[in-house]
């Protein structure tokens, strides 16, 4: 099977800036595009942002100006680095990616467990 595990969410108080990480691990034949979403309490989830198997990033309304997503093909993972935070940024950020696993014929999409960020003086 395949697992994605986020990390680096925490308590940051407003202004600060955190970096989420999500590993990807299983049989994996190839991962094309990852992403992050978040979901505030009592709010629907939302796509932060996107990045191409290739690099190229795309982002939500939530994740514009300043948030910035990488990856790191060779170690099956991505990144979120999240600056100049509020406290609206306060939610449970989750690692999405399209994932070709070994001997599969259909892409699959995977979730992670979720990281919870919290923004608060």
């Known amino acids: 099977q395949v697992q994605l595990v986020e990390s680096g969410g925490g308590l940051v108080q407003p202004g600060g800036s955190l970096r989420l990480s999500c590993a990807a691990s299983g049989s994996i034949r190839h991962i094309a595009n990852m992403r992050w979403y978040r979901q505030a309490p009592g709010k629907e989830r939302e796509l932060v942002a996107t990045i191409t198997d290739n690099g190229t990033p795309n982002y939500g309304d939530s994740g514009k100006g300043r948030f910035t997503i990488s990856r790191d093909n060779a170690n099956q993972s991505v990144f979120l680095q999240m600056n100049s935070l509020k406290p609206e940024d306060t939610a449970v950020y989750y690692c999405?990616?399209?994932?070709?696993?070994?001997?599969?014929?259909?892409?699959?999409?995977?979730w992670g467990q979720g990281t919870q960020v919290t923004v608060s003086s």
């Open positions: 999405n990616a399209d994932i070709f696993m070994i001997y599969a014929l259909e892409i699959r999409q995977f």
